[in-house]
């Protein structure tokens, strides 16, 4: 008997759902396809009718295939009681019932794509995933969105080093199921075809091409023989890749000059009903770097951690030599350094510029080296709420480009392959701040403040 019903509450759903399977994204992870193949009838009774296949823009991200709708209204109740925003509803009744927007009212909140990630079938489809990819084809890599301090939970689905879509991972203590619009489709730079990809040293005539493996023990060389450093540490950077670079940088010069770097911070926290919200503070690690440069002893008189004004003061310091800049934004357009920024750095012999894309500040550097996005690094971030959650590489990056941590290993002069959980072990049994991070962390990470307050 509960077969029986199971199979006709399917039947019901598939009166009215057009059979686009071979043509809709949702094919391969559809919940209706899965719920009928386990409980359906293998034979249809109602008459096939043909289906006019209706698609409408919903908001600028997101378009509706009205008739694979199965009316489950998931959307709606995200519209209203999560984003807060509420433009969309159900128009018309009974059997005549469609999702849809209040006219002159879009979906276009900054957590629209989520309505696309609830949707039992195809009937909301995601624009910048639409039609790019089969799901069968995509390998899913556990990951941490670096658009802003929230450090959301999140999958990168990628295949053959390309990134398609980002969607949510689910964790109760940092963003539940969410994820904003602005992470969502915030991957583009990776393929962007103006990043950095060589490693160049500046000659008479310009940059010129140097192998990674001379860069190792060159550029050693050249910040040594320059004298006096500093170094700003990313907060792009992962916990292990910032100890491993201030490691580097103490064993060139013993008291080079460690900050925090640059901290884009675009308006203030925005807050929405469903308890989820989207930083301000537009890098993922600022928190851990601020715990590693601590490590070091790089903490002024007042206690707190020298960040990028404090760099820019030292670069312009008569003793001050050298500078070895890790930057790492996504920006194309170089804009996070503007001249007048980067004119800070031009009375030194050497300054050192890792990044993902030229700016004025690279176009100053003596060496320019590439940076490795979000998704080709592996390592731990912690949020602005002193969670750290570790996460995996996703996709290789572009040919010649070294991810930091490797870079940094080798000038440490470890043998071997850069391992990001030996680095991170170590770090944990050296450092009180960091205990947590010893062993396997969970999925969702760890509360770093909580670990320091529990009893021994």
């Not at 925003?85 to 276009?108: C, N, Q, W, Y």
């Not at 990630?117 to 799901?135: E, I």
């Not at 500078?323 to 004119?343: H, I, K, L, M, R």
């Not at 850069?418 to 509360?447: C, H, K, W």
Request: hydrophobic letters at 40%.
């Amino acid at each position: 008997m509960v077969r029986d019903s199971r199979a006709r509450v399917e039947e019901a759903l598939l009166i009215d759902h057009p059979i686009d399977c071979p043509i809709c994204d949702k094919a391969g992870e559809c919940l209706l396809q899965d719920y009928h193949f386990e409980h359906g009838q293998s034979e249809r009774r109602a008459d096939i009718h043909a289906f006019t296949s209706r698609r409408r823009d919903v908001g600028p991200t997101v378009t509706l295939f009205v008739d694979r709708c199965i009316m489950c209204t998931r959307c709606v109740r995200f519209t209203r009681e999560v984003s807060g925003t509420a433009e969309l509803m159900v128009s018309a009744r009974g059997a005549k019932e469609e999702i849809d927007t209040f006219p002159g009212f879009p979906l276009e909140n900054k957590l629209a794509g989520n309505v696309v990630d609830l949707c039992p079938v195809g009937a909301l489809g995601d624009k910048d995933f639409l039609y790019q990819q089969r799901v069968w084809f995509l390998k899913k890599s556990t990951n941490v969105c670096g658009g802003c301090s929230a450090g959301c939970s999140i999958v990168t689905e990628h295949n053959q080093d390309t990134v398609y879509r980002l969607k949510p991972r689910e964790n109760p203590h940092v963003n539940k199921w969410w994820i904003c619009d602005e992470g969502r489709y915030g991957w583009h730079h990776l393929h962007d075809p103006s990043r950095l990809v060589e490693a160049g040293r500046r000659e008479a005539d310009g940059f010129t091409a140097i192998e990674w493996a001379d860069v190792v023990t060159q550029l050693r060389d050249d910040l040594k023989a320059a004298g006096r450093l500093a170094v700003a540490v990313s907060p792009q950077l992962t916990v292990e890749e910032a100890w491993m670079l201030c490691a580097v940088a103490r064993s060139i010069d013993p008291e080079a000059f460690l900050a925090v770097g640059h901290v884009p911070t675009i308006g203030d926290d925005e807050s929405f009903p469903g308890g989820f919200t989207i930083r301000g503070e537009k890098v993922p690690n600022r928190i851990g770097v601020e715990t590693v440069l601590g490590l070091f002893g790089a903490v002024a008189e007042d206690g707190t951690v020298p960040g990028w004004n404090e760099l820019l003061e030292q670069a312009q310091k008569d003793d001050v030599k050298a500078a070895w800049v890790t930057a790492g934004y996504p920006t194309p357009d170089g804009s996070w350094c503007d001249e007048q920024t980067a004119a800070a750095f031009d009375g030194l012999d050497c300054l050192v510029v890792q990044d993902l894309f030229d700016s004025p500040l690279s176009a100053r550097a003596h060496w320019r080296l590439p940076a490795a996005g979000f998704a080709e690094r592996a390592g731990t971030w912690v949020n602005c709420g002193h969670h750290a959650q570790s996460f995996e590489q996703a996709i290789r990056p572009p040919a010649g480009v070294w991810p930091e941590g490797r870079l940094f290993w080798n000038m440490l002069g470890r043998q071997g392959l850069y391992d990001p959980s030996g680095v991170r072990q170590q770090i944990a049994e050296n450092s009180a701040a960091f205990a947590a991070l010893a062993g396997d962390l969970p999925a969702t990470g760890v509360d770093l403040r909580l670990q320091q307050l529990a009893p021994n």
